[in-house]
């Protein structure tokens, strides 16, 4: 569990302090072998006979496989590894990622992702604003700042890594791109498992959820994915007008393309889940995070209250019983 500051009176920090050890007592019963935590020159029971491949952060010792790295005991087919805990992001091909621009350079955006090194987005590696698949000409190149610009956060996909170890990233899809009217947060990359899905739609609040496997978690308001090309050939006739009266919008029609003050208030209490889930250090997934949402809905709790020191307490007692009636159904 990572360490947090919180104002728990004695009551609440016993009741805190049981809860963790249940969870923690829990975890390693429901746990097998493979996936134990280990701490540097534990033994690692693996079976010799099948031919063990001993990979990052274990070492042959007598004959035994031990641990040289604290973090838990994974397993792919016969190769056997420790991933550490606490560590960077460690990015592999086809990661959903969200990053910050930090610099626009000739043909790229560099972007920060949590990773050692800031990571690259080409310009012929997305899709353009007109949605045609063309050649990259230099009026493009000068227009960069107009589709990211610096301190935008956009959401892509590692397409691979460079010479000089940075990554490579692509978005030639409609999902991915700009963000934007949401929260940015930030949390250990290790919470954060690696699925088939790391993008949600949270239909019944109007909101878009992205888990990016670098720790950087968007929160914002729900915007529809269209094709661009279907959308430039419907819109074509009209494009010419829209563009001389979006200059004289008036200050009304330009505030009801604000966000709403009830998605605000729902983004802030899901990014508040977030946070929780986080500092209790449990692992992120969008079930637990509606389960955290409701739960503060149902009683009235105000969105600031969910970081008070009983909320935390209430989630940990929660996710006891949860592990427990899980344990049990198995």
């Not at 097998?32 to 534990?42: E, Q």
């Not at 935008?152 to 890594?161: H, M, P, Y």
């Not at 990233?169 to 919470?191: F, M, V, W």
């Not at 029609?253 to 899901?270: D, H, N, S």
Request: net charge neutral; with cysteine; proline share 3%.
């Amino acid at each position: 569990m990572r360490e947090f500051q919180l104002k728990l009176n004695e009551t609440q920090k016993i009741r805190l302090d049981k809860a963790l050890q249940q969870i923690q007592a829990l975890s390693s019963k429901n746990n097998s072998s493979a996936f134990a935590s280990v701490i540097v020159a534990d033994t690692i029971p693996v079976n010799h006979e099948d031919g063990v491949l001993k990979g990052h952060g274990t070492s042959d010792l007598d004959g035994e496989v031990v641990a040289t790295l604290c973090g838990v005991v994974e397993r792919v087919n016969k190769l056997v590894y420790v991933r550490t805990l606490r560590a960077r992001y460690k990015p592999e091909i086809g990661d959903i990622v969200v990053g910050r621009v930090i610099e626009i350079v000739p043909k790229r955006w560099r972007i920060e992702i949590n990773f050692s090194q800031d990571a690259v987005l080409m310009l012929s590696s997305m899709n353009m604003p007109d949605g045609i698949q063309r050649r990259r000409t230099a009026v493009d190149e000068l227009n960069m700042r107009s589709i990211f610009e610096e301190n935008d956060v956009i959401c892509a996909e590692v397409r691979g890594f460079q010479h000089d170890g940075s990554l490579h990233l692509q978005a030639r899809s409609q999902k991915y791109g700009k963000l934007e009217r949401g929260q940015l947060l930030t949390i250990p990359p290790y919470l954060v498992k690696r699925r088939k899905q790391h993008f949600h739609h949270l239909e019944q609040y109007g909101i878009d959820l992205i888990l990016g496997c670098n720790g950087f978690i968007w929160v914002g308001e729900h915007v529809e994915v269209r094709d661009a090309m279907v959308e430039d050939q419907e819109n074509k006739p009209d494009q010419l007008i829209k563009m001389s009266d979006r200059n004289l919008m008036s200050i009304e029609e330009q505030e009801q393309t604000y966000t709403p003050l009830e998605t605000r208030k729902v983004i802030c209490r899901i990014a508040n889940a977030v946070r929780v889930v986080s500092s209790l250090g449990f692992n992120l997934t969008v079930e637990q995070i509606m389960d955290i949402v409701e739960m503060s809905i149902s009683p009235n709790i105000e969105i600031h209250e969910m970081l008070g020191a009983e909320f935390y307490v209430q989630i940990a007692e929660r996710e006891v019983e949860r592990r427990s009636s899980a344990g049990k159904r198995k």
